[in-house]
């Protein structure tokens, strides 16, 4: 029987049902202005509560750090009592959900910010475009952040994750990926800096490690995940050596004594193209939960937790379409597809009305 992908499992503190996440989707849903959650938002999550852990989309941390239209935030009173509903429908269908907090640095346009620049751990622009309420525009220049600006970004993770705790979530996700802020001083190529936050691979993990540090001051370690994509390049981040950046912050986590990292294998949305072997070689740093992203499909995530080269997988877009994706794999039933117009923005269509299979046969 492949049936492990359904067994339950301990994501450190977090008791899921079976080992299928839901990987953080940014959907552009939230109630503007104040970048608010929404009775529409905690009717989506309800309907997805039947993955094993829900990773929240991409959620701002703070005005400075959210560039993207619509996408939630959780500095605020009322964008905490917002999530209430979301965290509130999720527990009251049996379903467990994790927030996950975003800081997006350079890749904030500063239409966002009153025309005032982004902040980067150097003075950098992102390539191609940003997303605005006005359509896409292109990158800005960042500024490269003071010690205070530092300070300051980690004082604000620290009240985000007193807001989710405030809020009913069941621990956080630090959003470590896809060339926003933390990556972006992780990596030699939007790390330019020669303070104690640039240059060596210790200097360049410093902010990971404060802001771990903080949030871990807030919540039970093993209620805390990180999202790491070591070998994407997403948002044209990189590393002359991976391997090295990488067993160095897989370690920061290890000592934090963190519940569990979510990888994304290869590069970000794209194929599979994962280094099985350097991906088996980084996980040794770790050895809390290991949760694989990218691109799976039912065949191959059975194969991975089968094989114990993943204690639990995410998926992403097939969660889009299918509300009722863990029942759908476990039937080895027909999948959804999900319309793309229909993923950013917008209102309940190509959101809340995918139906289940049971509908489906009704």
Same mark, same amino acid.
């Given at each position: 029987?492949?049936?492990?992908?359904?067994?339950?499992?301990?994501?450190?503190?977090?008791?899921?049902?079976?080992?299928?996440?839901?990987? %953080?989707?940014?959907? =552009?849903?939230?109630?503007?202005?104040?970048?608010?959650?929404?009775?529409?938002?905690?009717?989506?999550?309800?309907?997805?509560?039947?993955?094993?852990?829900?990773?929240?989309?991409?959620?701002? $941390?703070? #005005?400075?750090? *959210?560039?993207? %239209?619509?996408?939630?935030? $959780?500095?605020?009173?009322?964008? #905490?009592? =917002?999530?209430?509903?979301?965290?509130?429908?999720?527990?009251?269908?049996? =379903?467990? $959900?994790?927030?996950?907090?975003?800081?997006?640095?350079?890749?904030?346009?500063?239409?966002?910010?009153?025309?005032?620049?982004?902040? @980067?751990?150097?003075?950098?622009?992102?390539?191609?475009?940003?997303?605005?309420?006005? +359509?896409?525009?292109?990158?800005?220049?960042?500024?490269?952040?003071?010690?205070?600006?530092?300070?300051?970004?980690?004082?604000?993770?620290?009240?985000?994750?007193?807001?989710?705790?405030?809020?009913?979530?069941?621990?956080?996700? *630090?959003?470590?990926?896809? =060339?926003?802020?933390?990556?972006?001083?992780?990596?030699?190529?939007?790390?330019?800096?020669?303070?104690?936050?640039?240059?060596?691979?210790?200097?360049?993990?410093?902010?990971?490690?404060?802001?771990?540090?903080?949030?871990?001051?807030?919540?039970? %370690?093993?209620?805390?995940?990180?999202?790491?994509?070591?070998?994407?390049?997403?948002?044209? #981040?990189?590393?002359?050596?991976?391997?090295?950046?990488?067993?160095?912050?897989? @370690? $920061?986590?290890?000592?934090?004594?963190?519940?569990?990292?979510?990888?994304?294998?290869?590069?970000? +949305?794209?194929?599979?193209?994962?280094?099985?072997?350097?991906?088996?070689?980084?996980?040794?740093?770790?050895?809390?939960?290991?949760?694989?992203?990218?691109?799976?499909?039912?065949?191959?995530?059975?194969?991975?937790?089968?094989?114990?080269?993943?204690?639990?997988?995410?998926?992403?877009?097939?969660?889009?379409?299918?509300?009722?994706?863990?029942?759908?794999?476990?039937?080895?039933?027909?999948?959804?597809?999900?319309?793309?117009?229909?993923?950013?923005?917008? +209102?309940?269509?190509?959101?809340?009305?995918? %139906?289940?299979?049971?509908?489906?046969?009704?």
């Amino acid at each position: 029987m492949h049936d492990t992908l359904f067994q339950p499992l301990k994501l450190g503190a977090i008791e899921a049902k079976n080992r299928i996440l839901m990987a %953080p989707l940014t959907r =552009g849903r939230s109630t503007q202005p104040g970048s608010i959650p929404n009775e529409m938002m905690a009717t989506y999550y309800r309907q997805r509560a039947g993955a094993g852990l829900i990773i929240s989309e991409a959620t701002g $941390i703070s #005005v400075e750090g *959210l560039g993207w %239209p619509a996408a939630p935030g $959780i500095w605020s009173d009322e964008q #905490v009592e =917002g999530w209430k509903q979301v965290t509130k429908a999720v527990h009251e269908e049996g =379903g467990l $959900i994790v927030l996950q907090m975003w800081h997006m640095g350079r890749i904030v346009h500063p239409d966002f910010l009153g025309g005032k620049p982004p902040v @980067s751990a150097s003075a950098t622009t992102a390539p191609g475009h940003a997303h605005t309420f006005e +359509g896409r525009k292109d990158h800005q220049q960042a500024r490269a952040a003071t010690k205070e600006d530092i300070a300051r970004i980690v004082e604000d993770y620290r009240k985000a994750a007193e807001n989710a705790k405030r809020a009913g979530f069941d621990g956080v996700q *630090l959003h470590a990926a896809n =060339g926003y802020l933390i990556d972006q001083f992780l990596r030699e190529s939007s790390n330019r800096r020669t303070d104690q936050y640039g240059g060596s691979v210790e200097n360049r993990t410093r902010l990971l490690k404060e802001v771990i540090e903080v949030v871990t001051s807030v919540w039970e %370690p093993k209620r805390v995940g990180v999202r790491f994509g070591p070998f994407s390049n997403a948002n044209d #981040v990189s590393d002359s050596d991976p391997m090295a950046l990488f067993s160095k912050a897989y @370690s $920061i986590a290890e000592e934090a004594g963190l519940g569990f990292l979510d990888i994304i294998e290869g590069q970000t +949305g794209g194929p599979r193209d994962a280094d099985d072997e350097k991906l088996a070689e980084l996980r040794k740093h770790f050895t809390g939960v290991y949760v694989a992203n990218n691109g799976f499909d039912r065949a191959l995530a059975i194969k991975r937790v089968e094989s114990g080269k993943a204690d639990a997988i995410a998926f992403g877009r097939p969660f889009i379409g299918n509300p009722d994706l863990v029942t759908r794999l476990e039937k080895n039933a027909p999948l959804n597809e999900s319309n793309k117009e229909t993923w950013y923005g917008g +209102g309940a269509e190509g959101y809340t009305d995918y %139906p289940t299979l049971e509908e489906e046969r009704a």
